[in-house]
Antibody
Framework: EVQLMESGGGLVQPGGSLRLSCVASGVTFSNYAMTWVRQAPGKGLEWVSSINAGGGSTYYADSVKGRFTISRDNSKNTLYLQMNSLRAEDTASYYC??????????WGQGTMVTVS | QSVLTQPPSVSGAPGQRVTISCTGRSSNIGAGYDVNWYQQLPGTAPKLLIYGNSNRPSGVPDRFSGSRSGTSASLAITGVQAADEADYYC???????????FGGGTKLTVL
């Protein structure tokens, strides 16, 4: 069974940094493109960033471009999101998901980031 | 203001057919990009419900169906059940924004 487990969320001050991790199990991680999606409390879903299977191509929403960096370590089955210059509006639950068939297929349970 | 427009809420009695609309524009749905739908049960992560406009992942009941026409898409749920109470989101790619976009979400209430 494919499972994704996010970690690294927490409380951080405005202007601070945080690195999220997403560990995959039950899947050949290196075969999958991956993505991060966030959801502010009581709000809808927002695409944040995506990366292809090999890690050579990355994509960002305008709201995080220049502040967030997506990366992956296929030897560790792990996806990362380095978040710098955090703002109050970055407060959200952050989900990682597999990017397959032009859709976000398997999702993790999410990790909460609070900027305050 | 979401790029894709969904009604904030819909409701239906058990057993009825419910539809949720998703309206885009020429840079996303109207450009031919596929629409996906996600179901988010209360307190849980989203789940892929429909991909490629009308395809169901393994395990999704055939009570759920999707379609796309012009700049819009819709999700239909036939024989709605109490267990279907959730938030539903449409998603597509936008060539003007160079990224994925979601609708604002629709809360389904089963009466």
């Amino acid at each position: 069974e494919v499972q994704l487990m996010e970690s690294g969320g927490g409380l951080v001050q405005p202007g601070g940094s945080l690195r999220l991790s997403c560990v995959a199990s039950g899947v050949t991680f290196s075969n999958y493109a991956m993505t991060w999606v966030r959801q502010a409390p009581g709000k809808g879903l927002e695409w944040v960033s995506s990366i292809n299977a090999g890690g050579g191509s990355t994509y960002y929403a305008d709201s995080v471009k220049g502040r967030f960096t997506i990366s992956r370590d296929n030897s560790k089955n792990t996806l990362y999101l380095q978040m710098n210059s955090l703002r109050a509006e970055d407060t959200a639950s952050y989900y990682c998901a597999t990017w397959e068939l032009d859709a976000f297929n398997i999702w993790g349970q999410g990790t909460m980031v609070t900027v305050s | 203001q979401s790029v894709l427009t969904q009604p904030p809420s819909v409701s239906g009695a058990p057993g009825q057919r419910v539809t949720i609309s998703c309206t885009g524009r020429s840079s996303n749905i109207g450009a031919g990009y596929d629409v996906n739908w996600y179901q988010q049960l209360p307190g849980t992560a989203p789940k892929l419900l429909i991909y490629g406009n009308s395809n169901r992942p393994s395990g999704v009941p055939d009570r759920f169906s999707g379609s796309r026409s012009g700049t819009s898409a819709s999700l239909a749920i036939t024989g709605v059940q109490a267990a279907d109470e959730a938030d539903y989101y449409c998603q597509s790619y936008d060539s003007r924004l160079f990224g994925w976009v979601f609708g604002g979400g629709t809360k389904l209430t089963v009466l």
